[in-house]
């Protein structure tokens, strides 16, 4: 089997010749062309993966030059989307494109999207959107669905122009702490699901990433009906494993079962307690709808040879 139908026949769970493998971590922001996309292209080289997926460094600000001067929380309600030439759009669907000619259709590649509440979390900061959430939660809505708006557009042209084959959607904000169940859905998920749903009309191919960033438990009951044919989430987080995860989601194909984190058998590890690790990762869940990956983004610093050593687990495996 070539990569993409590796990776394709893992996500409609069918059997695959070899266990499929995706990881990724944050390059440099400093250059947002060219570098970048070498960088892309070199890591999946060493790292000898089965799929891309590209990050968005350098544009987790949400540039909605309406955002940078809003005060009061009533101001929402006169934001609008973006132009569609705005560099925001642009620059990165030059870098998703640069890297899916790259890869010259050897695999598939998917594009980091976050939900509309991350990117308007991003642009204002977290004090000022939780104050405007709880002081009217209607206009904040309003925010959202602008905010959802700018990424559809973004979605389109990944997509659309740059051949992306889906999107790696990461939903966060679902900390226990934060809302309740009943808050999150009423507040959030329209948002959530605008985005994503627009994104399987384009594609049945997109990743669900239920984000356990900082070591912060989710109400996951919150996202278990999105939508998405491969659902990713933080499995030492959240405490739970991908066979319960695949039950719990309703999905097709997982991506993960490794710890992302230092403390994790992944990066600190031996190559035999890594090799251990990846038997009872397999035994546990089986060969098929799986794609061998991390909770979240792997240490920009961790040894890529570990990867490789994985990788020859995984192959003795299948």
Not at 80 to 91: C, L, Q, R, V, Y
Not at 176 to 191: D, K
Not at 253 to 262: E, I, W, Y
Request: charged share 25%; proline share 4%.
């Amino acid at each position: 089997m070539t990569k993409r139908e590796r990776l394709l026949a893992a996500f409609h769970n069918q059997p695959v010749d070899r266990i499929p493998m995706g990881f990724w971590f944050h390059f440099s922001s400093e250059d947002l062309g060219k570098k970048t996309i070498e960088q892309h292209l070199q890591f999946y080289r060493d790292a000898q993966l089965d799929m891309i997926k590209v990050m968005c460094d350098g544009f987790f600000d949400y540039p909605n030059p309406y955002a940078k001067k809003v005060t009061k929380p009533e101001e929402w309600f006169g934001m609008e989307p973006m132009p569609e030439d705005a560099p925001f759009f642009t620059k990165q669907v030059e870098r998703a494109k640069g890297i899916v000619e790259g890869v010259k259709g050897e695999c598939c590649v998917f594009y980091n999207v976050f939900c509309p509440m991350s990117l308007m979390r991003f642009g204002i900061g977290w004090d000022m959107l939780m104050a405007h959430i709880r002081e009217n939660p209607d206009a904040m809505r309003h925010a959202f669905h602008v905010a959802a708006q700018d990424q559809k557009t973004l979605v389109r042209r990944l997509i659309g122009e740059a051949g992306c084959d889906g999107i790696y959607y990461c939903v966060q904000n679902a900390e226990e702490f934060r809302f309740t169940a009943e808050e999150y859905r009423s507040l959030v998920t329209p948002s959530d699901l605008e985005v994503l749903e627009y994104a399987n009309t384009l594609s049945d191919c997109n990743i669900l990433h239920c984000c356990g960033w900082d070591g912060n438990k989710n109400r996951v009951e919150v996202w278990k009906d999105y939508p998405a044919k491969v659902v990713n989430w933080a499995v030492y987080v959240e405490q739970m494993s991908l066979t319960e995860g695949k039950e719990f989601f309703g999905c097709d194909c997982v991506l993960g079962g490794f710890d992302n984190r230092k403390q994790g058998v992944l990066y600190s590890g031996s190559r035999e307690e890594i090799e251990k690790e990846a038997e009872r990762v397999i035994a546990q869940y089986g060969k098929t709808g799986i794609v061998a990956g991390a909770d979240c983004t792997l240490p920009a610093d961790i040894d890529i040879s570990r990867l490789r050593w994985l990788r020859e687990k995984l192959d003795q495996l299948s």
